[in-house]
Nanobody, 122 residues
Framework: QVQLVESGGGLVQAGGSLRLSCAAS???????MGWFRQAPGKEREFVAA????????YYSDSVKGRFTISRDNAKNMVYLLINNLKPEDTAVYYC????????????????WGQGTQVTVSS
């Protein structure tokens, strides 16, 4: 079983930055990790993913160039650096894990946390 706890969300002005963190526990060796988000009244949206080795990284087109995903396997941590925040980035951000593969859609995660709220004011 894998447990994930997100942190780092908050209220920021448009153009600002945030770094979201995800603390993983349990057996995550070999897991692909990533982030997806969900805004009120909308479906889950895939954001980014990173393979166990960090060799493969994948972003959705809507965040490419502004979001950076990284991981520290020694610390069991995954990060999402968000630059140039826009009001449309407002959502609950979830950290997720997928066994032995890189998730590329929001439905491909096997585990996810409770989420952290990101609110961007214009």
């Amino acid at each position: 079983q894998v447990q994930l706890v997100e942190s780092g969300g908050g209220l920021v002005q448009a153009g600002g930055s945030l770094r979201l963190s995800c603390a993983a526990s349990g057996r995550t060796s070999g897991y692909g990790m990533g982030w997806f988000r969900q805004a009120p009244g909308k479906e889950r949206e895939f954001v980014a993913a990173i393979s166990w080795s960090a060799y493969s990284i994948y972003y959705s087109d809507s965040v490419k160039g502004r979001f950076t995903i990284s991981r520290d396997n020694a610390k069991n941590m995954v990060y999402l650096l968000i630059n140039n925040l826009k009001p449309e980035d407002t959502a609950v951000y979830y950290c997720g894990a997928r066994r032995s593969a890189l998730p590329t859609t929001a439905r491909e995660f096997d585990y996810w946390g409770q989420g952290t709220q990101v609110t961007v004011s214009s």
